[in-house]
């Protein structure tokens, strides 16, 4: 049972490029969310989705862009990487709202 | 506006004694209150978490203490041990909104 699966796992862009950051689950969850971890700052909602072709803008969505075509499968953009994009990316899901979030390891990412 | 307040940033506890973690919101509507653990390198997972029906959870070492009228929560580890140095997380949400997190303690239990 693999969980939350964030690929990859550390990525280094140049100020303009674009990537995506694939998650995928294995415990048929409904929701699925984006944060972004930055020293001090604690975790910070990206974007988040509540079920198959739903997706919603968390506290921080400028510059990012989500796909959830695929209940499992959750995809983060960057359009045009900006050195502020600098962070540590954690995908998580849940069952529903009442329930624990299962966070991935992380995608370590470095804007230079 | 930051919607849940943590503090201590980091805490340092001697092996065997009590950590002390303190959280506090300011929305009413939020009803579901837990906390995450993370090790360097690894994503938070999920330690214990209390609705605001009661004021104490307690598994294991480790207890919710919950004040509904102060708006305040807590985390309370018993026994502290060097496993438990990690980086600590409250969180709250309503209904079905995400979860929004405290910016995090850092505890470091020392022999």
Known sequence: ?112 | QQQVKQSPQSLIVQKGGISIINCAYENTAFDYFPWYQQFPGKGPALLIAIRPDVSEKKEGRFTISFNKSAKQFSLHIMDSQPGDSATYFCAALSGNTPLVFGKGTRLSVIA
């Open chain 1, 1 to 112: 049972n693999a969980g939350v699966t964030q690929t990859p796992k550390f990525r280094v862009l140049k100020t303009g490029q674009s990537m995506t950051l694939l998650c995928a689950q294995d415990m048929n969850h409904e929701y699925m969310y984006w944060y972004r971890q930055d020293p001090g700052m604690g975790l910070r909602l990206i974007h988040y989705s509540v079920g198959e072709g739903t997706t919603a803008k968390g506290e921080v969505p400028d510059g990012y862009n989500v796909s959830r075509l695929k209940k499992q499968n959750f995809l983060l953009g960057l359009e045009s990487a900006a050195p502020s994009q600098t962070s540590v990316y954690f995908c998580a899901s849940s069952p529903g709202s009442f329930y624990g979030y299962t966070f991935g390891s992380g995608t370590r990412l470095t804007v230079v």
